[in-house]
């Protein structure tokens, strides 16, 4: 898998298409306040909030309102699932994806069992205390201001949301039929010592779509757009400017 270098200067992606950003759980725009502040500000970017997130099929279709005919959906973490469930209803609005420290496994054991986990967590010690827990594990190298950022957003996040988010990923279905079937572009970027998205799982991905861009950042782990911001905006862009324009045609 190819390491993503840093580079001096990023490349200038002109392109004009809207960036969907889509965050993970318990995380709102603010994950992504790094990120772009690598890319320019004339770039079209909009972020989705999942506070207000139900049914993933009602959820998007409310979203698909207030969308132009065709986006660039890039999602981090359970965001990436949700681009999943979006590309089983509505595939011809999607440009190209970036899945960013996601997954397209089914829900395993695992999965439930940590999903019973936090529930417990939240309830007994807090938003603030299970954020900062999901940090540590993930992320480890993750500094304080980091994890102060993760514990205000996961605050800011309406308990009923938290469980929708909880129990769709605990209970999610197999994306790997459904990246194989998609037409968008796809790009993978991932850290090397990701213990949720690991290598395996990003290699099965692979395997479903081996015309996917991957990109693999090796000192960070989960939360890359706040571990390595410039290195995930290096790697967007360079995905969406090999993008030929045809591929933007409805």
């Known amino acids: 898998m190819p390491e993503l ?6 490349p200038t992606c002109s392109d004009d298409v809207l960036r969907l950003l889509i965050p993970g759980s318990l995380c709102d725009a603010r994950l992504f306040g790094p990120l772009c502040s690598h890319w320019s500000s004339g770039q079209r970017v909009q972020h989705a909030s999942l506070h207000n997130l139900s049914d993933p099929v009602d959820w998007w279709r409310a979203q698909l309102n207030h969308l132009p005919g065709q986006f660039d959906a890039i999602g981090f973490s359970l ?6 469930a979006l590309l089983r209803i509505a595939p011809e609005r999607v440009r190209s994806v970036v899945l960013i420290a996601s997954s397209a496994d089914a829900a395993s054991a695992t999965h439930q069992e940590r999903w019973q986990l936090q529930q417990a967590q939240w309830q007994q010690t807090g938003p603030r205390a299970l954020a900062r827990s999901m940090g540590q594990q993930a992320s480890p190298s993750l500094s304080e201001a980091h ?3 993760l514990q205000d957003m996961a605050q800011s996040t309406p308990e009923s949301s938290f469980m929708v988010q909880g129990q769709f990923n ?7 039929p459904v990246l194989s079937d998609s037409a968008s572009p796809l790009c993978l970027i991932s850290g090397a010592p990701d213990p949720w998205c690991t290598p395996s799982v990003q290699d099965r991905m692979m395997q479903a779509r081996p015309d996917a861009q991957q990109w693999v950042v090796a000192h960070a782990g989960h939360y890359l757009p706040l571990e390595a911001p410039a290195e995930v905006a290096q790697g967007i862009d360079q995905f ?4 030929s324009p045809s591929a933007a045609t409805p």
Not at 5 to 10: F, Q, V
Not at 170 to 176: D, K, V, Y
């Open 5 to 10: 270098p840093l580079l001096d200067t990023l």
């Open 147 to 149: 994890l102060d950022l």
């Open 240 to 243: 969406l400017s090999s993008i």
């Open 170 to 176: 605990a209970s999610r279905l197999s994306g790997l």
């Open 79 to 84: 965001g990436g699932l949700l681009i999943q």
